[in-house]
């Protein structure tokens, strides 16, 4: 009988790599699994992004957060995944499951945080799902549409080897400081971005650059080289920690060399709070490595 491995075992990129062959596609998918969101033809010169993300009590949040930040960041986290395609978010499902012992006032108020958050990006939620659960415990995913030009939509797939790696805002911390419930998602400097052409590749940095870089640099079957004295970290936090630590909802990207000085003069005109840094190149070397950012089921 062959060996059944756990998923602890295999991990997340393995597991998704398994499951791929058991997806179907049809003529109207343009861009399936293995980027940020899914893209789909659209309408009226628009392509349809399509996302689906998760938080879970005990590993994205704490018992005892504020109600409205757990509601915020379960659809913030969606939403920074439509910024890093360039595109906008228009319409939100959620699926709640909670323990029937909870409170009916903690429900309001992850409601109200999803709420104020839709209304500052004008997304419509537009219904969904509640369920019980067998145990204590809390449990929120947001399915999430987005619109992109159509053909504009940047995938992380696409960076070429000598391209120039940058990132925006700052790195690390994101727990302790709870910059991850209060994040703003880089919807604005994604469209930008995406607008202007300069940019081969993008993605959003979730599980942190030690594990998105290196799933950017194999989807683009690349290599990549990483300076860290340019990293951006965050005040009172280590390179390492902005290395591995994730949950900085920032934009990940790579554009060529040639265009540097034209990508940081938008950057800086176009929104000039948000620092933009360059922190390495792309290398044609698949072979590249960083200490680890965060892991699921490991």
Known sequence: MAHDPAIRQVGEDSLIRRLLPLMTVNDGLITGP???????RGARGADLLL??????????????????????????????DIGAMG??????????????????????GIYTGMRRLAE????SLAGGESSGLPSDGLIISVALTGEVPEGK??????????????VTGVLGGSFPTEHHLTFTPRVREGGILAASGLVTAMMDLSDGLGAD?????????????????????????????AVADGEDYELLMTFPPRRREEILRVASERFPETPLTVIGEMTPEPSSSLPGGYRHFQ
Do not use: N, W, Y
Request: proline letters at 6%.
């Open 34 to 40: 293995g980027d940020d969101c899914a893209v789909a």
């Open 51 to 80: 996302k689906t993300d998760c938080v879970v009590e005990g590993m994205h949040f704490l018992p005892d957060t504020e109600p409205e930040l757990i509601g915020r960041k379960a659809l913030a986290r969606a939403v920074s």
């Open 87 to 108: 595109g906008v978010p228009r319409h939100a499902l959620v699926t709640l499951l909670i323990h029937a012992d909870r409170p009916v006032s903690q429900v309001e």
């Open 120 to 123: 500052q990006f004008g997304i």
């Open 153 to 166: 939509a940047v995938l992380r797939s696409t960076a070429h080897a000598g391209d120039l790696i940058a």
């Open 213 to 241: 870089l290196p799933r950017l640099a194999a989807a683009s079957g690349l290599g990549f080289r990483v300076q860290e004295e340019l990293l951006p970290v965050r005040q009172g936090f280590t390179a390492d920690q």
